[in-house]
T-cell receptor
Framework: RKEVEQDPGPFNVPEGATVAFNCTYS??????FFWYRQDCRKEPKLLMS???SGNEDGRFTAQLNRASQYISLLIRDSKLSDSATYLC??????????FGGGTRLMVKP | GAVVSQHPSRVICKSGTSVKIECRSL??????MFWYRQFPKQSLMLMAT?????????EQGVEKDKFLINHASLTLSTLTVTSAHPEDSSFYIC????????????FGAGTRLSVL
């Protein structure tokens, strides 16, 4: 079983749609959680950290369920520019990160 | 602006050539940097952890003699792919922890290596 699992997609949605991505992690000792965004042939960029209480940043909402070892990302009012691969990232200890395989999102006009 | 600078962004070389990639932290000191590799349509895989002033820590399956890491200063780590072969063609990315709590990793822009 992979340490961090994501549905690879692609998710094809129209502009303005709401889309949700899920991620599960296997190590219950995981401490920190993040969503990164990666555009084609570019480096990953931090989208947002994920906190236990859930957090929101504009159109993006992240939630964490430690009991189920599950993380989610909700994008409201999708824009064309949201098209990218979204990486679920988990930190177990120290500064080392474990990446999920990514979920590809394509927002269509 | 970028907090981690990586150079070069693109390398095309012949088989057998050694390729050096630099990763610099900008305006902050990074005692630890990380080197990842990403093959097409796959996620990032950690290759090694670069430690300033000491030996790098390599992940299982990564040959330390093939991928030489040098972290000679608090702002620079280098990865040298020795005697590169076509199967080494990949996207190599470095990262370093920054931010107030130093729990956020920022990535260099990556180096796309193509070995002919």
């Amino acid at each position: 079983r992979k340490e961090v699992e994501q549905d690879p997609g692609p998710f094809n949605v129209p502009e303005g749609a709401t889309v949700a991505f899920n991620c599960t992690y296997s190590n219950s000792a995981s401490q920190s959680f993040f969503w990164y965004r990666q555009d084609c042939r570019k480096e990953p960029k931090l989208l947002m950290s994920v906190y236990s209480s859930g957090n929101e940043d504009g159109r993006f909402t992240a939630q964490l369920n430690r009991a189920s070892q599950y993380i989610s990302l909700l994008i409201r009012d999708s824009k064309l520019s949201d098209s990218a691969t979204y990486l679920c990232v988990v930190n177990v200890a120290g500064n080392m990160l474990t990446f999920g395989g990514g979920t590809r999102l394509m927002v269509k006009p | 602006g970028a907090v981690v600078s990586q150079h070069p962004s693109r390398v095309i070389c012949k088989s057998g050539t050694s390729v050096k990639i630099e990763c610099r932290s900008l305006d902050f000191q990074a005692t630890t940097m990380f080197w990842y590799r990403q093959f097409p349509k796959q996620s990032l895989m950690l290759m090694a952890t670069s430690n300033e002033g000491s030996k790098a820590t390599y992940e299982q399956g990564v040959e330390k003699d093939k991928f030489l890491i040098n972290h000679a200063s608090l702002t620079l780590s280098t990865l040298t792919v020795t005697s590169a072969h076509p199967e080494d063609s990949s996207f190599y990315i470095c990262s370093a922890n920054a931010g107030v709590a130093k729990n956020i990793q920022y990535f260099g822009a990556g180096t796309r290596l193509s070995v002919l």
